[in-house]
């Protein structure tokens, strides 16, 4: 079976680990690369063994299978609608706008559209998560009754990103209100709270670089998030869930398990992963191994459209309530 050739379209930071995902699966192969910066885009060219084009030009091509949508996030709406136009597969980035009325005004046409379109939530497909999700639903611990994520940043992006980036909610929590919906089902009810804690940056930009979070699910299950935009120990994933018969839990990652024991410490280890793309190399590669079952026509698990606007919703919701104190109702 022929590699699936993929046009990659942005070049920055999440596009070079997508690029680099690509070059070491043998299913894809990087077909043609796009960005406004053409500096980044020919050196990524010449890097993979791809040819620099521009968006039109992909999706016009007859050398693309798929398109890979990694650019700003608010130019994610009008790939995605060029890639229906064109027939063209797409895996775009999150999130998926920062505008819920642009993310309503196309979404019929593209759930109707037949192409497969999917959303990057790439921690869907970490291993470790995967088996903890595995070992709630199947009842392992007995009926779910709280769900526990914690997710933290070595530091915070630069302020040029943050200043676009749609604030906390919108680009941070974002992933874990995913991971909650994909754990609980539906969630009906938000409660967020936000802190300015150490980066006077961050409050000048009208933005938060903490929250706690509290959700409550259909069926009655309650999650709570934390997230922090620092942590001095590394980059903090950590899920806990409680059910009726017991405990699952899932611990953050490093190089190795091996602990050393001397007459200074005890257990002690190396430091955690300290980017996310380092803690979540798996997750990507593995969620580019889904979206090629789909172009494929084969069933595949990505997250849909919907659950991309489902994320968004809820990031609009912890916003209204951090701002006004009151709890906010969510109806898909």
Known sequence: MSAIRIGLIGTGRIGQVHAESIEGLSEATLSRVADTDTRSAEATAEKFGASVS???DIFRSDDVDAVLI??????????MMASVEAGIPALCEKPIDLDITRVDAVREVINSSGVPVAIGFNRRFDPHFQDFRRRVLSGEIGALEQLLITSRDPAPAGTDYLAVSGGIFRDMTIHDFDMARFILGDIVEVSAQGYNQFSEDIKGLGDFDATSIALRSASDQFATI???????HGFDQRMEALGSEGMVRVENVSDTEVRTYTAEAVESKQPYKNFFLERYLDAFRLELLEFVKLVRGEPGQCPTFDDGRMALMLANAATESAQTGRVVRVEA
């Open 226 to 232: 934390t997230n922090s935009r620092h942590a001095a």
């Open 54 to 56: 521009t968006p039109d």
């Open 70 to 79: 990694a650019s700003p996030t608010s130019t994610h709406l009008d790939l």
